[in-house]
C-alpha cells in the first residue's frame, strides 16, 4: 500500500547489474521532514538505492513515489521530478568552467527558465545559506573540499526541493572540513528539509537522524530510531558491522 | 549507377592500370622505409637539441621546428625539386622528397618527442644520474624508453601522417603509387586508377586509424 | 660573379620580386580564404558529429566512424583528384576551389570529431550526473556542460591538427587553385628564376608562424594543470 502521507515511497525495490543482483527488493518510507540515514558495509547497495531515487540508475522491477508521483512510470516528466528531488554527490561534481554562482543558477534558467537577474538572486540566498556569500565569483578548482562541496548542496538547495539525497557527502573531504559540510546539513533539517543520507558519520547520525536504515547484501536488515540501531542491533549483521566502526 | 561504376570502379580499366599500381606501390614502400626512419631519427637528435640547457642553442631549434612547422611540405618538396637547381644543385625526385620529408616530418616527430622527455618527471633523471649514470646513459636508458612509451599513440598517428604525406611526391614525378594512378587516369581518361589507389591506400592505413582510435580513446579516459 | 651573387640573382632577385610580388600577394589571399573557409566548416561539422555521436544510436555512430577512419586513412591529394577528375564525368562540375574547401572540410571534420569526441569521454561521468540530477536535459547537459569542458581540452590538439591541415590548402596547387604555391610556381616557370619560390615559402612563413606559435603557447596555457 503506498503511503499517501510519506515524501518518498519506494517498494519492492530491485536492481541488477548484470548478473549480480544489488537491489533485492528494497522498501522503504521518509515521511516529510524526516531524516533519514542508511548505513552499512561498501556494496552493500545503499548508493544505488540512492541513485535509483532520481533515476540516475534505472531499476529493473518495483515502485518509487516521491511526494505520490511514480517516478517509474514513463509519462512522469523526470526532468521536472529530479529538480524536486536534491542531490549531492561524494565528489561534488561542480562544474569547473563555471563559477560558483553560474553553477547554482543554470539549472535555475535552463530548466525552470528563470530569468538572468532573478536566478542570480536565487544562488546568492543559497550561497549565503550555505556560508559561501562571498565565493559567488570564484571557480570550484580555487575553493577547499568543504566549500565545494557546500557549493555544491547550494545548487541543489536552490532549485527548493522536496527532498534532498546525500551519497556519502563528507567521503571525500579532509577530517578537518567534514564539520563545515554537517553543520549545513544540520541547518536544512532545523528548516524542515526532508533528507535521505548514505554516509559513515555515525556521530552525525546518532545526532541528527531520525531513522537509521541498516543495509547488507542488497537488503534493508533492520532499521529504528538511533538509539536502538546503536544502542541496541537487533540483528548479529548489524552489530559486527558497528562494532567494525568502533561504536 | 551505371555511369558511376563506369567512372569510378571501372573493373577492366582496373585491371588494365594494376600492374603500374603495383609498381607505384612498390615505390610508395620504398619511400616510406626511406623516409620513416630518418623521420623517427632526426626527430629524436631535433628533441634533444631543442631540450639544450643552453639558450644560443635551444632558440634557433625552435625557430626551425615553428618553420618547417609553417610551410606546407609540398612548398617545401617544390622549393628543394625546382629551386635548389638555380643553386646549381639537382637533386633527384627521390633525393628531393628524403630531404623535404627529413625537415618537414623530423620537426612534426621532434614536437612529439620532446612531449615525451618532458612527461617524466626530474624524479627519474635524479635517481639515474645517482646511481652513477651519464647523462647519456640515463637518456638512453631511462627516459627516451619512458618517453616512447607515454607518446606512442602520437609517433603511430605522425607515421600514418607521413605515409599519407608520400603522396605529394606525385608532383615531382616520382612514380609512387598516386603519380601511377594519375598518370592511368590520364592514359584512360577515367578516374577509377584512383579510386583503386584510394583503396591500396584505405587497406593499408585503415588497420592504423583503428588502432589509433582505440589507443587515443583509451588515454583520453 | 661569386657564388653569393649568383645565389641572390637566383633566389631573391630583385627584379623578379618586383615583377611577381603582387601574384604572390594574390596567392595568399586566395590561400587565407581557403584556410578560413575550411577552419570554419571542418570545424563546425566535427563539432556536430561529435555532439551527435554522444547520442549513442549504434547505426549513426557506425556511420560517423566509418567516415572519420576512411578520411583519416586517406591522403588528402588522393581524395582531392577523385573529386576533381571525378565528380565531372557523373555530371557535376566543381571549380578547383569548392573542390579544395570541400576536401579539407572533410578531412578536418574527421580529425576533429575524434579530438571532440576524445574530449567528451573524457569528461568524468559526475558530470554528466549532477547536471541531469538538477533536471537538466540530456542536450542541455551536452551543450552547457560537457561540450564548453569538453571543447577546452581540446583546444591545443586541435588547433595543431587544424594548421597541418590548412597548410594543404599548398594542394590546391595541383587542381589549379591561383593559392601561393600555384602563383609562385607559374611565376617561377614565366621568369626562369628561383625567387619566386623561395617568395612562396616565405609568404607561407609569415602567414602559419604566428598560428605555429600560438598553437605553442597554447599548449602551455591549457595544460590542463589548474589546481
Redesign the interface.
Known amino acids: 500500500m503506498p503511503d499517501s502521507a510519506a515524501m518518498l515511497d519506494v517498494a519492492g525495490l530491485r536492481k541488477r547489474f548484470g548478473t549480480l543482483e544489488v537491489l533485492r527488493g528494497i522498501d522503504l518510507t521518509v515521511r516529510p521532514q524526516e531524516l533519514v540515514f542508511v548505513i552499512g558495509p561498501s556494496g552493500s547497495g545503499k548508493s544505488t538505492l540512492l541513485r535509483c531515487c532520481n533515476r540516475l540508475e534505472e531499476p529493473d522491477e518495483g515502485s518509487i513515489r516521491v511526494d505520490g508521483v511514480e517516478l517509474l512510470d514513463p509519462r512522469t516528466d523526470i526532468n521536472a521530478m529530479r529538480r524536486q528531488i536534491g542531490m549531492v554527490f561524494q565528489s561534488f561534481n561542480l562544474y569547473p568552467h563555471m563559477t560558483v554562482l553560474a553553477n547554482i543558477t543554470l539549472a535555475l534558467r535552463k530548466s525552470l527558465g528563470k530569468s538572468r537577474a532573478e536566478a542570480r538572486d536565487i544562488g546568492e540566498a543559497a550561497l549565503a545559506r550555505v556560508g559561501l556569500a562571498d565565493k559567488a565569483g570564484a571557480y570550484p578548482a580555487q575553493l577547499s573540499g568543504g566549500q565545494q562541496q557546500r557549493a555544491a548542496i547550494a545548487r541543489a538547495v536552490a532549485l527548493e526541493p522536496k527532498i534532498m539525497l546525500f551519497d556519502e557527502p563528507t567521503s571525500a573531504l579532509d577530517p578537518e572540513l567534514v564539520g563545515s559540510v554537517l553543520a549545513v546539513m544540520r541547518e536544512l533539517r532545523g528548516a524542515g528539509m526532508t533528507m535521505v543520507v548514505v554516509s559513515h558519520e555515525m556521530r552525525f547520525a546518532r545526532e541528527a537522524a531520525d531513522r537509521v536504515v541498516f543495509m547488507d547484501a542488497g537488503a534493508i536488515v533492520e532499521e529504528g530510531p538511533p538509539e536502538q540501531i546503536f544502542g541496541a542491533p537487533r540483528h548479529a549483521r548489524t552489530r559486527s558491522f558497528l562494532a567494525d566502526f568502533g561504536g | 549507377m551505371d555511369v558511376f561504376v563506369s567512372q569510378f570502379l571501372n573493373v577492366e580499366i582496373i585491371a588494365q592500370a594494376w600492374p603500374l599500381l603495383l609498381r607505384g606501390l612498390g615505390m610508395t614502400a620504398l619511400l616510406c622505409a626511406a623516409v620513416i626512419p630518418l623521420g623517427l631519427v632526426g626527430g629524436l637528435l631535433v628533441a634533444l637539441v631543442c631540450l639544450s640547457r643552453h639558450r644560443a642553442v635551444r632558440w634557433p631549434a625552435f625557430v626551425l621546428v615553428d618553420f618547417f612547422r609553417a610551410v606546407p611540405p609540398l612548398v617545401l618538396l617544390i622549393f628543394i625539386y625546382a629551386g635548389l637547381p638555380f643553386a646549381g644543385i639537382r637533386p633527384s625526385p627521390f633525393v628531393a622528397v628524403c630531404v623535404a620529408f627529413l625537415l618537414n616530418t623530423g620537426a612534426y616527430y621532434g614536437e612529439i618527442y620532446r612531449a615525451g622527455i618532458e612527461s617524466i618527471g626530474k624524479g627519474q633523471w635524479e635517481a639515474a644520474r645517482s646511481t652513477g649514470l651519464t647523462a647519456g646513459q640515463t637518456l638512453t636508458w631511462v627516459i627516451i624508453p619512458q618517453a616512447v612509451r607515454n607518446v606512442l599513440p602520437d609517433l603511430v598517428s605522425n607515421t600514418v601522417e607521413v605515409v599519407k604525406l608520400t603522396s605529394i611526391a606525385s608532383v615531382v614525378a616520382l612514380p609512387e603509387l598516386l603519380y601511377s594512378a594519375d598518370m592511368a587516369r590520364s592514359l584512360t581518361y577515367n578516374p577509377s586508377p584512383i579510386v583503386a589507389a584510394a583503396a591500396i591506400y584505405l587497406a593499408l592505413l585503415w588497420p592504423c586509424v583503428r588502432l589509433l582510435s582505440r589507443l587515443e580513446h583509451r588515454v583520453g579516459r | 660573379m661569386d657564388s653569393s651573387t ?2 641572390l640573382d ?2 631573391l632577385n630583385p627584379a623578379v620580386i618586383d615583377r611577381y610580388l603582387p601574384d604572390i600577394l594574390k596567392g595568399m589571399v586566395v590561400t587565407v580564404e581557403v584556410a578560413l573557409a575550411v577552419v570554419a566548416t571542418g570545424i563546425a561539422l566535427g563539432l556536430a558529429l561529435a555532439a551527435l555521436r554522444s547520442f549513442r544510436v549504434r547505426a549513426v555512430n557506425a556511420a560517423i ?1 566509418l567516415f ?3 578520411f ?8 582531392i ?2 573529386v576533381y ?2 565528380l565531372p ?3 557535376i562540375t566543381l571549380s578547383g576551389f569548392a573542390v579544395l574547401w570541400l576536401v579539407l572540410s572533410l578531412v578536418l571534420a574527421a580529425f576533429a570529431e ?1 579530438i571532440f ?3 567528451i ?2 569528461i ?1 561521468k ?2 554528466w ?9 540530456f542536450v ?1 547537459t551536452l551543450v ?2 560537457i561540450l ?2 569538453a571543447v ?1 581540452m581540446t583546444v591545443p590538439p586541435l588547433t595543431n591538427r587544424t ?2 591541415i590548412t ?5 590546391g ?2 587542381i589549379g587553385v591561383p593559392e ?2 600555384m602563383q ?2 607559374t611565376a ?1 616557370s614565366f621568369s626562369g ?2 625567387t619566386p ?2 617568395l ?2 616565405i609568404a ?2 609569415v ?3 604566428p ?3 600560438l598553437g ?1 603557447w597554447l599548449e602551455t596555457r591549457f595544460a590542463w594543470g ?2
Open positions: 649568383i645565389f637566383a633566389f566512424v572519420v577512419d576512411v583519416r586513412a586517406l591522403p588528402p591529394l588522393v581524395v583528384l577523385i577528375f571525378g564525368s557523373v555530371g575524434e569526441w576524445s574530449g569521454l573524457s568524468r559526475g558530470q550526473e549532477a547536471a541531469r540530477s538538477t533536471g537538466l536535459t542541455q552547457w556542460v564548453p569542458q577546452r594548421i597541418a597548410k594543404n590548402s599548398a594542394l596547387a595541383v601561393i604555391l609562385a610556381q617561377q628564376n628561383a619560390l623561395l612562396g615559402a607561407y612563413i602567414l602559419f608562424v598560428v605555429v606559435a605553442r589548474r589546481s
